[in-house]
Structure formats: structure tokens, C-alpha cells
């Protein structure tokens, strides 16, 4: 057989994917292939898609489960092997074809062996992956082997499984887990408990839209309304359970309706005979030998009470006949209960008396037997409450453990709010405080700069006031000068008396050059520039006052002209005693003395300032 990729869409051979056209045509089937796989392949929650053929299979063994005793069944298993064999790297078809195979072998009554393969499959589910799978296998083997469980393992065992169901939304299979669960407590005469998971299971078949299971769950509720001693509502109910066309399609259970119609309508109403016919008819067209024997009791004791002991007690004798081939306990008390009244009726006493014997030997067996049952039932509901309050302590402690835990969460979340609060108010207050710092800040710069500038203002005017009367006395010295020529011209040319040119020469020296000009111009370039001496001094303490003085007309830029007129000396001069202040001053050739000086005035200021 040609193996196909599960990759692929079965069956498809891809266009070219050069082919625009092919290309679009290739994406529309990998959609189609998607919605089928996520809707129609399995409309059920829980089964994960693997292979499209498998699933296809699957999906109508699931669909069919009423059919697992047809031979159509038997052919989709084979087809589930032959294709999990096909693709044996894929190790979930193998255990999902033994699980349908198990489920088939458990409906037609061969539970033991669908016990085996379930196990054998459950040895091989992947339950991280595959916990779905796991449970449904789960249940399975549950069903195979629910005869040897007590009926407190059952019940945790199935309240587990409604759990798992009910998380992850799978309506069908936790309606019937309900199903199971009620018929539990019925068997524990727990009518209470059982209404409430038959009514819920109903619930759910309503929502889910499963109509054929809906209708089957209410012979459930109708045993459960009769036990309870509801019998006009339990008859009412079976009534409408016959009549629908999902009990016809199904004929075991349309005979096990039957079956308990008569019963309930021969306690409750006195009149069946019609029924009881009905059923006993389709008994015998159905086949099966046990819902023949109940129907033909039934129809025995509608005979009795229409008074014809011959014809009941024909059916009563097909009922003996197989009793004495299979040993059913259900079916031995009525059977000899009915010869007992076809006897009587016949007035056959010695019969009567031997039927009637054994029917109250058969009922003491069944009552002792049905005491230690009842023994054994109570064991299990007082095993189921104590399993119940254990578990509403745990959801108890549980809420309470939520209840501590949001507690708890909401004080530290509020704790968390209120330090962000308080973070909050301090980072509002740090940022005022830095905004008011800042403020103060600008203020104070503020103020530094009108200080500043009013001091610059203050310098420039001395500075002005300095250059004005250096100025001053250069003109004034430059005027002296021109006069002191003219002098020395008119005593040459004999203009001018020697003895009056010689006075009026030394005075004009006694004027140009004093000691009050320097005095006066000291003071003001100290105003300009304070602490210029006394930083010079200190550092270059081998300075004369000559050289101070020439480092101060030299700072505020005068030419080595004008400082010659201010010193009334020649201007070779002033060149010498630059050369001998450089050298005095450590300046190199290609430094400037001006430079130098007016770098030092510049941190005297500096200094002042920071002062």
C-alpha cells in the first residue's frame, strides 16, 4: 500500500508552486483542511486531531456508539488497526484503535476482554499529551470492571472523572458520568443524591442538544420518581419514554421501558394487559432470551389477574425452563410467586402449596441476602459521606486559603500603594524643594549677575578713569616736554636767559614725573586691580619699585612710548628695563610679558571674586 504523508491532505496531489493559480487553489484546500479538522472532525471537546482518515473513522465510531454490536462497527475497527499499523510511528492511533475496539467488546457483553485491551491500552497513552485519551480509557475499564469495585471506589472513581469532564467543557461525557453516578445512589436507595446527578445529567443532554440520550436518562428518572413514591409521575413519564421515536429506534431499552411501564401500571393503575402483550411481542421479535422471560412474567400476571390461570401459567413455565438453565435471581421469586397463583386458580393445592414453599424459601435467601446487602450499602453511604465532608473541608479550606491569600494580596497591595503614596508625597515635596532651591538658585545668579555687571560696570568706569588721567598726565608731561625744548631753544638761541632758562627747566622737572602723579595713579589701578602689587611682590619679591611701576603702566597697555613720557626717561630705556623685568619674571622668549601680567591681574580678580 502506498504510504501517504499525514502532512498532506489525503488523497491530493499538490499543483505547482509556480503556479499563482496553483498556489491559491493549495491554500483554499489547507484551509478546508483546517476547519475540517478543528469543527467537523470532532465536534466533542477533548480528542486532539492526528490523522484525518483515523479521525474520520473515529468520528463516526463515536457518533455510533448504539451500533457497536453491528458488523459495520466491527469493519470501522479493522479500518482503525490497518491504518494505526499503516502509520506506526504515530503510537496514538494504535492505543485510540484499541480503545474503540475495547468499547465494542464491552457493549456486546464481553467485558473482561475489553478490560484487557483497555489496559494495554492505557499502558501506551502519552497522559502529559494525551490526558483526554487517558481518561476516556480510564472510564472505560471503569465500566468493564465496575461489578468488582465496591460502591465507594465506583463513586470517587466516576466523581473524578465528572470533574476532569466538567473542566474541560465535555457536556456529553459528563452528563453521562452523571447518569452513572445517579444509578449509584439508587442502588444505595440515595433517591436524593440520585435526582440530583439524573437531573443534571438531564441538564446537560438538554444543552448539548443529545435528544436519544435525554430520552433514555428519563427511565432512570422514572425508576428513581417510583422508588421515591412518585408512581402517577413515574407512569406519566414512561408513558411519553414509549411513545418517542428515539425508544423505538433503540429495542432493548424500549423493552426495558415496557418492562417497568407494566410493572408500575399494574401496582399503580390495575390495568396492563395491553402493554404487557406489546411488550411480550416484542420481546420475541427482539430475540434476546432475558427480555423475553420478564416479558412473559409480566405477561403471566396480567393473565392471573384477568383470570386465565392456563394461558400464565404457559408463560410461567418458559420462565422456569430457563431458570433452570441460567441462574437469575430477579426473575426466580416472581416466576414461582406466578405458578403459586396459576395453581391456586386452577385448584391444583398440592402444586400451590410446593411453589408457594418455594417461593418463601427463595424470599428468605433474598431477604438475608438483602440484609447484609443493606449492611453493606449503608457501609458504602457512610463511606460517601465521610468522603463528601472531606471533601467540602478541603473546598472549605480551599475558600478559606483564596479568602487568606486575596487577603493577604490586598494588604500588601495596599501596603504597596500606601509606600508609593508616601514615595509619592516625598518625591512632591524633593521636587518643591528642588523647584524653590532652583528658584532660589536663579535669584541668587540673578543677583550675582546684576552684582557682577555693576561690577564690571564699576571696573570699566575706574578703568576708563585710569586711561583717562594716564592720558592726562601723558599729555601734560608731552606738553611739559615741548615746553622744556622751547626753553632749551630760546636759551640757545639767546631768546632766553641762561639763568632763567635753568630755573624754569627745573621747574617744570619738580612738576613732570612727581611723586603725587604716581601716588594718584596707584591708588586708582589699585581700585582696578587690588592685590596686583602684593601678589607680584610675593611671588617676584626681587622686584624694585621702578619695575612694580613699570608692571602697571605695562597692565593697563600702555606703549613703551607713553610709559617713557609718564617716567620723563628716554625710551631705550624702557626697552632696557623691560629685558631686566623678563628676566626678573622667569618668562621665556616666546612669552609675552603684557600677557603674563594681564594674567595676573585676571586672577587677582579672580580671586576677589570668589572671595
Same mark, same amino acid.
Given at each position: 500500500?502506498?504510504?501517504?504523508?499525514?502532512?498532506?491532505?489525503y /488523497?491530493?496531489? *499538490?499543483?505547482?508552486a509556480?503556479?499563482?493559480r496553483?498556489?491559491?487553489?493549495?491554500?483554499? @484546500?489547507?484551509?478546508?483542511?483546517?476547519?475540517? #479538522?478543528?469543527?467537523?472532525?470532532?465536534?466533542?471537546p477533548?480528542?486532539?486531531?492526528?490523522?484525518?482518515?483515523?479521525?474520520?473513522?473515529?468520528?463516526?465510531?463515536?457518533q455510533?456508539?448504539e451500533e457497536?454490536r453491528?458488523p459495520?462497527?466491527?469493519?470501522?475497527?479493522?479500518?482503525?488497526?490497518?491504518?494505526?499499523?499503516?502509520? &506506526? +510511528?504515530?503510537?496514538?492511533?494504535?492505543?485510540?484503535?484499541m480503545?474503540?475496539?475495547?468499547f465494542?467488546?464491552?457493549?456486546t457483553?464481553?467485558?473482561?476482554?475489553?478490560?484487557?485491551?483497555?489496559? !494495554?491500552?492505557?499502558a501506551?497513552?502519552d497522559?502529559?499529551?494525551?490526558?483526554y485519551?487517558?481518561?476516556?480509557?480510564q472510564?472505560?475499564?471503569?465500566?468493564?470492571t465496575?461489578?468488582?469495585?465496591?460502591?465507594?471506589?465506583?463513586?470517587?472513581?466516576?466523581?473524578s472523572?465528572l470533574?476532569?469532564?466538567?473542566?474541560?467543557?465535555?457536556?456529553?461525557?459528563?452528563?453521562? #458520568?452523571?447518569?452513572?453516578?445517579?444509578?449509584?445512589?439508587? !442502588?444505595?436507595?440515595?433517591?436524593?443524591?440520585?435526582? &440530583?446527578?439524573?437531573?443534571?445529567?438531564?441538564?446537560l443532554? %438538554?444543552?448539548?442538544g443529545?435528544?436519544?440520550?435525554?430520552?433514555?436518562?428519563?427511565?432512570? @428518572?422514572?425508576n428513581?420518581?417510583?422508588?421515591e413514591?412518585?408512581k402517577?409521575?413515574a407512569?406519566? @413519564?414512561l408513558?411519553d419514554?414509549?411513545?418517542?421515536?428515539?425508544a423505538?429506534?433503540?429495542?432493548a431499552?424500549?423493552?426495558?421501558a415496557?418492562?417497568s411501564?407494566t410493572?408500575? #401500571?399494574?401496582?399503580?393503575?390495575?390495568?396492563?394487559h395491553?402493554?404487557?402483550r406489546?411488550?411480550?411481542?416484542?420481546?420475541?421479535?427482539?430475540?434476546?432470551?432475558r427480555p423475553?422471560?420478564?416479558?412473559?412474567?409480566?405477561l403471566?400476571?396480567?393473565?392471573l $389477574?384477568?383470570?386465565?390461570?392456563?394461558? %400464565?401459567?404457559?408463560?410461567?413455565r418458559?420462565v422456569?425452563?430457563?431458570?433452570?438453565? +441460567?441462574?437469575d435471581?430477579?426473575?426466580?421469586?416472581?416466576?414461582?410467586?406466578g405458578m403459586?397463583?396459576?395453581?391456586?386458580?386452577?385448584?391444583?393445592?398440592?402444586?400451590a402449596?410446593?411453589?408457594?414453599?418455594?417461593?418463601g424459601?427463595?424470599?428468605?435467601?433474598?431477604?438475608r441476602?438483602?440484609?447484609l446487602s443493606?449492611?453493606?450499602r449503608?457501609?458504602?453511604?457512610?463511606?460517601?459521606? /465521610?468522603?463528601?465532608?472531606?471533601?467540602?473541608?478541603e473546598?472549605?479550606?480551599?475558600?478559606? +486559603?483564596?479568602?487568606?491569600?486575596v487577603l493577604?494580596?490586598?494588604?500588601?497591595?495596599?501596603?504597596c500603594?500606601l509606600?508609593? @503614596?508616601?514615595?509619592?508625597?516625598q518625591?512632591r515635596?524633593?521636587?518643591?524643594?528642588r523647584?524653590?532651591?532652583?528658584?532660589?538658585?536663579?535669584?541668587?545668579?540673578?543677583?550675582?549677575?546684576?552684582?557682577?555687571?555693576?561690577? $564690571?560696570?564699576?571696573?570699566?568706569?575706574?578703568?576708563?578713569?585710569? #586711561?583717562?588721567?594716564?592720558?592726562?598726565?601723558?599729555?601734560?608731561?608731552q606738553?611739559?616736554?615741548e615746553?622744556?625744548?622751547?626753553?632749551?631753544?630760546?636759551?640757545?638761541?639767546?631768546?632766553?636767559?641762561?639763568?632763567t632758562?635753568?630755573?624754569?627747566?627745573?621747574?617744570?622737572?619738580?612738576?613732570?614725573?612727581?611723586?603725587?602723579?604716581?601716588?594718584d595713579?596707584?591708588?586708582?589701578?589699585?581700585?582696578?586691580? *587690588?592685590?596686583?602689587?602684593?601678589?607680584?611682590?610675593?611671588?617676584?619679591?626681587a622686584?624694585t619699585e621702578?619695575?612694580?611701576?613699570?608692571?602697571?603702566?605695562?597692565?593697563t597697555?600702555?606703549? /613703551?612710548?607713553?610709559?617713557a613720557?609718564?617716567l620723563?626717561?628716554?625710551?631705550?630705556?624702557?626697552?632696557?628695563?623691560?629685558?631686566?623685568?623678563?628676566?626678573?619674571?622667569a618668562?621665556?622668549?616666546?612669552d609675552?610679558?603684557e600677557d603674563f601680567?594681564?594674567?595676573?591681574?585676571?586672577?587677582?580678580?579672580t580671586?576677589?571674586? /570668589?572671595?
Amino acid at each position: 500500500m502506498k504510504r501517504v504523508s499525514i502532512h498532506r491532505t489525503y /488523497g491530493h496531489r *499538490p499543483p505547482s508552486a509556480a503556479s499563482p493559480r496553483g498556489a491559491l487553489r493549495r491554500f483554499l @484546500l489547507s484551509f478546508l483542511f483546517l476547519v475540517y #479538522t478543528s469543527v467537523c472532525a470532532f465536534p466533542l471537546p477533548g480528542w486532539k486531531p492526528v490523522y484525518l482518515p483515523f479521525d474520520s473513522l473515529a468520528r463516526l465510531c463515536e457518533q455510533g456508539v448504539e451500533e457497536a454490536r453491528s458488523p459495520e462497527y466491527r469493519r470501522r475497527v479493522r479500518s482503525l488497526y490497518a491504518i494505526a499499523t499503516e502509520h &506506526h +510511528h504515530l503510537r496514538v492511533l494504535q492505543w485510540r484503535a484499541m480503545y474503540w475496539d475495547a468499547f465494542g467488546l464491552w457493549r456486546t457483553g464481553h467485558a473482561d476482554s475489553a478490560a484487557v485491551v483497555a489496559r !494495554q491500552a492505557l499502558a501506551m497513552v502519552d497522559s502529559a499529551d494525551y490526558e483526554y485519551d487517558c481518561r476516556r480509557l480510564q472510564r472505560l475499564l471503569l465500566n468493564c470492571t465496575a461489578d468488582t469495585l465496591s460502591y465507594f471506589d465506583a463513586y470517587k472513581a466516576y466523581r473524578s472523572q465528572l470533574c476532569y469532564y466538567e473542566r474541560v467543557g465535555d457536556t456529553l461525557q459528563a452528563a453521562n #458520568t452523571c447518569v452513572t453516578l445517579g444509578n449509584i445512589f439508587c !442502588q444505595l436507595d440515595e433517591t436524593g443524591r440520585a435526582f &440530583h446527578y439524573l437531573r443534571r445529567a438531564d441538564t446537560l443532554y %438538554a444543552r448539548s442538544g443529545q435528544t436519544a440520550y435525554r430520552v433514555k436518562n428519563s427511565l432512570n @428518572l422514572a425508576n428513581a420518581l417510583y422508588a421515591e413514591g412518585s408512581k402517577g409521575e413515574a407512569v406519566a @413519564l414512561l408513558r411519553d419514554v414509549v411513545d418517542r421515536p428515539e425508544a423505538r429506534a433503540d429495542t432493548a431499552f424500549l423493552l426495558e421501558a415496557l418492562a417497568s411501564l407494566t410493572s408500575y #401500571t399494574d401496582t399503580a393503575a390495575g390495568a396492563g394487559h395491553a402493554v404487557s402483550r406489546a411488550a411480550y411481542r416484542l420481546a420475541r421479535a427482539y430475540g434476546h432470551e432475558r427480555p423475553l422471560m420478564q416479558a412473559s412474567i409480566n405477561l403471566g400476571a396480567s393473565y392471573l $389477574r384477568e383470570g386465565h390461570p392456563d394461558s %400464565a401459567l404457559a408463560c410461567y413455565r418458559r420462565v422456569c425452563d430457563y431458570l433452570q438453565r +441460567h441462574n437469575d435471581s430477579r426473575l426466580l421469586v416472581p416466576a414461582m410467586r406466578g405458578m403459586y397463583g396459576s395453581f391456586s386458580l386452577l385448584e391444583r393445592w398440592d402444586s400451590a402449596c410446593i411453589y408457594l414453599a418455594t417461593a418463601g424459601y427463595y424470599e428468605d435467601s433474598l431477604r438475608r441476602s438483602g440484609n447484609l446487602s443493606e449492611v453493606y450499602r449503608q457501609e458504602s453511604r457512610l463511606a460517601i459521606d /465521610g468522603y463528601e465532608e472531606a471533601l467540602a473541608r478541603e473546598r472549605e479550606e480551599a475558600r478559606t +486559603h483564596r479568602l487568606v491569600a486575596v487577603l493577604a494580596v490586598a494588604v500588601v497591595v495596599l501596603g504597596c500603594g500606601l509606600v508609593c @503614596l508616601w514615595f509619592w508625597s516625598q518625591r512632591r515635596k524633593a521636587l518643591a524643594r528642588r523647584q524653590l532651591q532652583e528658584l532660589e538658585n536663579k535669584e541668587l545668579a540673578a543677583r550675582l549677575e546684576n552684582e557682577e555687571l555693576r561690577f $564690571r560696570l564699576e571696573l570699566d568706569s575706574k578703568n576708563r578713569e585710569l #586711561t583717562s588721567s594716564s592720558l592726562m598726565l601723558i599729555e601734560k608731561n608731552q606738553a611739559l616736554d615741548e615746553l622744556m625744548r622751547r626753553i632749551k631753544d630760546g636759551g640757545e638761541a639767546g631768546e632766553i636767559a641762561k639763568r632763567t632758562v635753568l630755573e624754569l627747566r627745573n621747574q617744570i622737572r619738580a612738576h613732570a614725573g612727581g611723586e603725587n602723579e604716581w601716588v594718584d595713579f596707584r591708588t586708582h589701578f589699585e581700585q582696578v586691580h *587690588p592685590d596686583f602689587f602684593l601678589r607680584l611682590k610675593e611671588r617676584f619679591p626681587a622686584l624694585t619699585e621702578y619695575e612694580l611701576r613699570l608692571c602697571a603702566y605695562l597692565r593697563t597697555g600702555m606703549s /613703551g612710548k607713553q610709559i617713557a613720557m609718564m617716567l620723563s626717561v628716554q625710551p631705550e630705556s624702557i626697552k632696557k628695563s623691560r629685558t631686566r623685568l623678563r628676566r626678573k619674571l622667569a618668562l621665556g622668549a616666546e612669552d609675552s610679558l603684557e600677557d603674563f601680567l594681564r594674567r595676573l591681574g585676571v586672577e587677582d580678580g579672580t580671586l576677589r571674586n /570668589g572671595a
